[in-house]
């Protein structure tokens, strides 16, 4: 499943194909648009289903053709904040386990490669943002599991979170460890 294209033909002609990752000679061998995933992420008319394999299709482009998505990403970091916080969004909104499992994954391989500071930065404004407005624990579980993630895969990341974020993640954090 993960040699799925990301593309959401719905939209992808009004995308500039700069955002798009080639892998043959042709434009016809487009496997992810940077753009489509973003539009698909926040769309409400795309089912849970959809995005949960576009996400396995992500997952599978930054396998299959490591540094591809961050030489998109890196174009406008903008777009690049826009794409992970689309991805946040799904943390914070999809009620499927499946779709919250690949979006966790993605995200934190994501970061992994992307190895910037800033992103994680952004991330962590993001996630600090979304504890202050989630009412229910429920709701805190899918960021618990991806901070854990992200903690393991990135050693600096508990003195980033102690840095910057004293309250609540910090806390939060610890608390769960
Ligand atoms: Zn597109």
Not at 21 to 40: F, K, Q, R
Not at 96 to 118: F, K, M, N, R, Y
Not at 153 to 169: E, G, K, N, R, W
Request: hydrophobic letters at 45%; proline letters at 4%; charged letters at 15%.
């Amino acid at each position: 499943m993960s040699n799925v294209d990301v593309i959401y033909k719905k939209v992808h002609f009004r995308h500039d194909p700069r955002w798009s990752a080639i892998t043959g000679p042709s434009a016809g061998d487009v496997v992810l648009c940077v753009a489509c995933v973003i539009e698909m992420m926040e769309s409400k008319d795309v089912s849970c289903v959809r995005k949960s394999v576009a996400l396995a299709g992500v997952g599978g482009v930054l396998k299959r053709s490591p540094g591809a998505i961050k030489e998109l990403l890196s174009q406008d970091a903008r777009v690049g904040l826009h794409f992970i916080a689309s991805l946040l969004g799904i943390l914070r909104s999809s009620e499927d386990s499946a779709t919250l499992e690949q979006g966790i994954q993605v995200l934190v391989h994501l970061l992994l490669e992307l190895q910037s500071e800033q992103f994680v930065q952004d991330v962590l404004n993001d996630i600090h943002t979304q504890l202050s407005q989630q009412a229910s624990v429920r709701g805190f579980l899918p960021i618990f599991t991806f901070l854990g993630k992200l903690v393991d895969v990135l050693p600096a990341l508990p003195q980033t979170l102690a840095c910057h974020h004293a309250s609540p993640v910090q806390s939060h954090v610890h608390g769960s460890s």
